[in-house]
């Protein structure tokens, strides 16, 4: 079995930066596409951003694109979401998700067979 964790959050100011990153047991990541996700109080899950590991294509939520960048490093078994030019809106539960399918609607979190905990990102203004 898959077991995704996330790390990384934590309280930033307007403008900085953090570095998430999934780490996972039981499996390799390497040939999963992994997803990021994110959800704020009383907001509904929304896609940020996932890396499909078959053509290593990325994609970005349009709220996010230019600011985070997700990549792999396989060494480590991470997937990583570099987050620059943090805003308070980008405050939310970030939570990392693997599916073993190649095509997929990635947006979709259904899609994705392993979910992580989550971990909290908060920028103050």
């Known amino acids: 079995q898959a077991q995704l964790v996330e790390s990384g959050g934590g309280l930033v100011q307007a403008g900085g930066s953090l570095r998430l990153s999934c780490a996972a047991s039981?499996?390799?990541?390497?040939?999963?596409?992994v997803g990021w996700f994110r959800q704020a109080p009383g907001k509904e899950r929304e896609f940020v951003a996932a890396n499909n590991w078959s053509s290593m294509s990325t994609y970005s939520a349009d709220p996010v694109k230019g600011r985070f960048t997700i990549s792999r490093d396989n060494a480590k078994n991470t997937v990583d979401l570099q987050m620059n030019s943090l805003k308070p809106e980008d405050t939310a539960v970030y939570y990392c998700?693997?599916?073993?399918?190649?095509?997929?609607?990635?947006?979709?979190?259904?899609?994705?067979?392993?979910w992580g905990q989550g971990t909290q990102v908060t920028v103050s203004s």
């Open positions: 039981g499996r390799t990541l390497s040939r999963y596409t």
């Open positions: 998700a693997a599916a073993s399918k190649i095509d997929i609607d990635y947006v979709a979190g259904e899609w994705y067979d392993y």
